[in-house]
């Protein structure tokens, strides 16, 4: 009688196994095979052509080789810069028409180019057009910032970066700039070379104004933060045409997952440090100051978050905090 209970409870646990696992090998079908097939055949039926989708793929792999072939020869001296940087934008105008349909693993992608489409998709008057959503290693570089805020909560954000791109907010960067400059040509006249790589030289440029404008006594841990960044993006580059099956990077992680956590722990922490180090100054200075620190914090904290964005610090948030530190909340 045990045994037969036994066997009974275990025809009963497979049998549940087996089902569960064709329910999910049909929902994993259904998002790779049948709706990316089912999309084609009805854009094409509206005319809308594309290069064809590619199991699991899409046109990734299209997109990396062409990638691959155009940056593995020297670039002409041309204005021609699209077929360069997008070459598979460039070659797919050409065979589909100016918009077209391409797959981003199985995420239908529609490419337009026609100006005027290209107008109204941007004035977005009726919110017809949300904005992408940013997964895996983009949405640790890009964070919870202005570039993929919609809504309510963008405008919010924009009202509050707004401040630093004010002409007399701008003013303010130009003694960063001429001491970053000055440095640079030093630099150059200590070391005698007569040949510079300025790429390099101006890239570095680019990195130090910024820290020195938006960090200013806190200008080391600008540095930090950008070099993080620096990191953060490079790993993005690399798997930018990558498409993984979702789930499947929560049991196993890969090296760049693995870097690109620690790198995104850093920014974190670094940007928390130099936000809480500014607010103790703020707390410990005199009414007169105060006032005049509470408007600096805008102009420069503000859009410092936006330079640096953070997936879990966004520019509502920090405003909230100083809103509640000026108010006498702690």
Known sequence: MA?????ALMIFIVSCLCVFLIL???KFFNKVWWNPIRIQSAMRAQGMRGPPYRFLHGNTKEIYNMRSEIMSSPMELSHQMLARIQPHVYSWIKLYGMNFLSWYGPQAQLVITEPELIKEVLSNKDGAYPKSVIQNYAEKLLGDGLVLSQGKKWLKMRKLAIHAFHAESLKGTIPAMIVSVEA???RWRQEGV????????????TSEIISRAAFRSS???GKYIFDMLTR???????NNYKVGISGIKKFFKTRDDIESEKLDRGIRDCMLKVIKRREEVMMGAEPDEFSLMRVASSIVVAPLLLVFPLPTISLIEYSERKDKLFSGGG
Do not use: S
């Open 24 to 26: 999910h090998l049909i």
């Open 232 to 238: 953060m993006a490079l790993i993005v580059g690399r």
């Open 194 to 205: 007569k040949e510079i790589e300025v790429f390099q030289e101006f890239k570095v440029l």
């Open 3 to 7: 045994v037969a209970v036994m066997e």
């Open 219 to 221: 200008y080391l841990e």
């Open 184 to 186: 640079m040509l030093d």
